[in-house]
Structure formats: structure tokens, C-alpha cells
């Protein structure tokens, strides 16, 4: 990229600014990567549940979806848990990047990843 050239300078900081927004998943790893490029080291299934939300951004999965994920079995106990793990995990992922993990609620269904990710087997 030329930067003396106004014009791809510009599109070098457009593919930079898009670059950083974007999380990374290194499955093998079990490393997420924020878009600020910080790495929170992830347990197992913390990896299964984020591949799972990842594989369809911006599409709601629904609980016995993700419970089935995770390897648990479908049971409504485990399906109220999805909520303590999720927020135990954007916690984690929070203290570890400062950067907030873009899971959100989908009522009465699951849960949605909102932000732009990419799964690196």
C-alpha cells in the first residue's frame, strides 16, 4: 500500500479500523483474540460454546442448541446455566482483553454472538 497516495493511505485505515473489529477463535489453541488483538486462553468448553455462537453470528442459536454444544445433556437445569456461564465468560474474556464480548440474550430463545469473528481451526 502506498501511503504517500491519499487514497490508498485511506484504504489501508479502512482495512486496519475493519481489522480490529474483528474477533478471532483459535479453536486448536483454545484462544479467543479480541479485535484489540489481546488473547484469552479458554477452557474446553468455553471453546465449544464460542464456535458454536460464531459458526452463525449474528443469528440467534437457541439454548438446547448450545446446551447440545457443549456436550451436556438437554435438561432445563442446564439450559438456566447458559446464563451463569455466559456471563462468567464475558467477565473473563472482559478482564483478559478489556474488550466486551459481543454475546447477547435472545429472548425466550438463546443466545446471539453481534459482533464479526472468525473460527481458525
Known amino acids: 500500500v502506498d501511503t504517500a ?3 490508498t493511505a485511506n484504504l489501508a485505515g479502512l482495512s486496519r479500523k475493519s481489522d480490529q473489529e ?3 477463535l ?3 489453541e483454545s484462544i479467543l483474540k479480541a ?3 489481546a488473547s484469552c486462553k ?3 468448553t468455553e471453546t465449544l460454546f464460542l464456535r458454536a455462537l460464531l459458526s452463525q453470528a449474528n443469528q440467534a442459536i437457541a439454548r438446547t442448541e448450545l446446551v447440545s454444544a ?3 445433556e438437554v435438561t ?3 439450559m438456566r446455566n447458559l446464563d ?3 456471563n462468567r465468560l464475558r467477565r473473563k474474556v472482559f478482564a483478559d482483553t478489556n474488550v466486551e464480548l459481543p454475546i447477547r440474550s435472545a429472548y425466550n430463545l438463546g443466545y446471539v454472538f453481534s459482533g464479526t469473528a472468525h473460527v481458525l481451526a
Do not use: F, G
Request: aromatic fraction near 12%; charged fraction near 20%; avoid cysteine.
Open 42 to 44: 479458554l477452557t474446553y
Open 84 to 86: 451463569t456461564y455466559a
Open 76 to 78: 432445563a437445569s442446564n
Open 22 to 24: 474483528v474477533w478471532r
Open 35 to 37: 479485535p484489540n488483538h
Open 70 to 72: 457443549i456436550e451436556r
Open 5 to 7: 497516495n491519499p487514497a
Open 26 to 28: 483459535l479453536e486448536k
